[in-house]
Every structure is written in structure tokens, then in C-alpha cells.
């Protein structure tokens, strides 16, 4: 029988569009200071290579930050930084751990939809001013 030893498997994000990158995914890119960049796809990697800006690249995740059509600034954001301190394995602690995970994620999920449906409350009210208006000109069609 072989001794395994347990390696530490941890989801990365994309350096262009961050997206998860998994175990045995991607590209990894190592520049002369030894900095990391991962990439989830060729299609990202490519842009990196292209020097292309991910606020300007429509389809990233830093696009929808910048242009506001994303929750940017929340405390249940902050419990996604990653943490390089090892602590020693404690079951409470581990269970603890992943309920607090979810709850996170509920309330995550749950104020990103109110953060969505506040964005659309105005185009919701000129939508209707439009009809009004549309309603209002073109009476004698009725």
C-alpha cells in the first residue's frame, strides 16, 4: 500500500475574466519577477498575451464591476479573499466553516438580486412613462 499524501486542492481565479479555474485546468503563466498569472481558457490567455484591458473586454467579470452592473462593495464579498494561513485540521471548526459558507452565499445571492432589481427599478418607471406617452398620441388609434 502506497502513502498518500493530502495535498491542498484550491479553486484559483482567472487573472483576465475571474472565473474559477479548477485543479488541472488551464493555463498557468510565469513572468520573469515571479509573478503567477492563471487563466481558466485559451481565450483569456490570449487576451492577456494581446494586452487587452478585462475592464474594456465586455464579457469579464471586471467589466461588469466597473460599468456598475455588478455588486462591488459588500461585506459578504470580503470572505472570498484568499487566505494563505495554515490552521491546524479541527472537525467543529470545518463543519463551522462550511454552514458559514453557505449562509454566506444565501445572503450573497439574495442582495445581488435586490442589487438587480434596484438597477432596474428606473428603466421600469420610463417604461411605463412611455407607454403613457405612446398611449396619449396615439389615442384616435384605440
Known amino acids: 500500500s502506497r502513502n498518500h499524501t493530502a495535498r491542498n486542492m484550491r479553486i484559483e481565479k482567472c487573472y483576465f475574466c475571474s472565473s474559477s479555474v479548477y485543479p488541472g485546468h488551464g493555463i498557468q503563466f510565469v513572468r ?3 509573478k503567477i498569472f492563471k487563466f481558466c481558457r485559451s481565450k483569456c490567455h490570449k487576451n ?3 494586452k487587452r484591458n478585462p475592464r ?3 464579457w469579464t467579470k471586471a467589466f461588469r464591476k466597473s460599468a456598475g452592473k455588478e455588486l462591488t ?3 459578504a464579498l470580503e470572505f472570498e479573499k484568499k ?4 490552521v491546524q485540521y479541527d472537525r467543529d471548526l470545518w463543519k463551522n466553516t462550511v454552514d458559514a ?3 454566506v452565499e444565501e445572503i450573497k445571492l439574495k442582495r445581488q ?3 438587480i432589481k434596484d438597477r432596474f427599478k428606473p428603466s421600469k418607471k420610463l417604461r411605463v412613462l412611455q407607454s ?3 398611449v396619449r398620441e396615439n389615442y384616435h388609434i384605440l
Open 32 to 34: 520573469n519577477d515571479s
Open 48 to 50: 492577456f498575451k494581446k
Open 56 to 58: 474594456r473586454a465586455r
Open 73 to 75: 462593495v459588500d461585506a
Open 83 to 86: 487566505r494563505n494561513i495554515p
Open 101 to 103: 459558507m453557505k449562509r
Open 113 to 115: 438580486g435586490q442589487f
Open 132 to 134: 403613457l406617452k405612446d
